[in-house]
């Protein structure tokens, strides 16, 4: 079946510096892939996503690069800033119906200034 | 644009009681809803499925008599738990799709937090 793992959190940063958080994925066929992030307090808020393979999604700063080679999908950000304190899920979703999703356990991220 | 409410965004019942939470999408027609029940340390549990007008598919090992699912149109989904007890305390996420291009995408809304005494 499809699954994602992505990396333990959390992940403590200072303000500006870069960030990396891991994300892997087992899925048969071509899935989409996601990131999302979810912000104290709220629901999930779609972060970016890339659809085929070597497409990159970015979105406010952030990117990720669709590796089929290596199944991954990992998020980066350049220079993270305070508000960028959350937790960020990474997700698959495939054609089977209903795009039924697989979610990653999440990875909290806490930027300190 | 692709707004999804949720209503409450939180409540407190007695044991025993039943409670409603009302998954709408707001600017755009959800053919299928999914439910989701977050636990303590962030981890996302899909509940069930439901496209407008057929029955929800629940995942392996939810309740589909204690967790009611009703999807009657094309913007709203509801979510009944039923006789709630305190283990059904957590914090209950709905999320929309529409059809076409972009289907695979969720929409969240912002979830509801469900306090059993």
């Known amino acids: 079946g499809n699954s994602v793992t992505q990396m333990e959190g959390p992940v403590t940063l200072s303000e500006e510096a870069f960030l990396t958080i891991n994300c892997t994925y087992t899925a048969t066929g071509y899935p989409s892939l996601f990131w999302y992030v979810q912000y104290p307090g709220e629901g999930l808020q779609l972060l970016l996503k890339?659809?085929?393979?070597?497409d990159k999604g970015s979105n406010k700063g952030f990117e990720a690069t669709y590796r089929k080679e290596t199944t991954s999908f990992h998020l980066e950000k350049g220079s993270v800033q305070v508000s960028d304190s959350a937790v960020y899920f990474c997700?698959?979703?495939?054609?089977?119906?209903?795009?039924?999703?697989?979610f990653g356990r999440g990875t909290s991220l806490i930027v300190h200034p | 644009g692709a707004v999804v409410s949720q209503h409450p965004s939180w409540v407190i019942c007695k044991s025993g009681t039943s409670v409603k939470i009302e998954c709408r999408s707001l600017?755009?027609?959800?053919?299928?809803m999914f439910w989701y029940r977050q636990f303590p340390k962030q981890s996302l549990m899909l509940m069930a499925t439901?496209?407008?007008?057929?029955?929800?598919?629940?995942e392996q090992g939810v309740e589909k008599d204690k967790f009611l699912i009703n999807h009657a149109s094309l913007t709203l989904s509801t979510l009944t738990v039923t006789s709630a007890h305190p283990e059904d305390s957590s914090f209950y996420i709905c999320s929309a799709s529409f059809s076409g291009e972009g289907a695979d995408t969720q929409y969240f809304g912002p979830g509801t937090r469900l306090t059993v005494l």
């Open positions: 997700a698959l979703s495939r054609a089977g119906g209903s795009y039924i999703p697989t």
């Open positions: 600017d755009f027609q959800a053919t299928t």
């Open positions: 890339a659809t085929k393979a070597d």
């Open positions: 439901s496209n407008e007008g057929s029955k929800a598919t629940y």
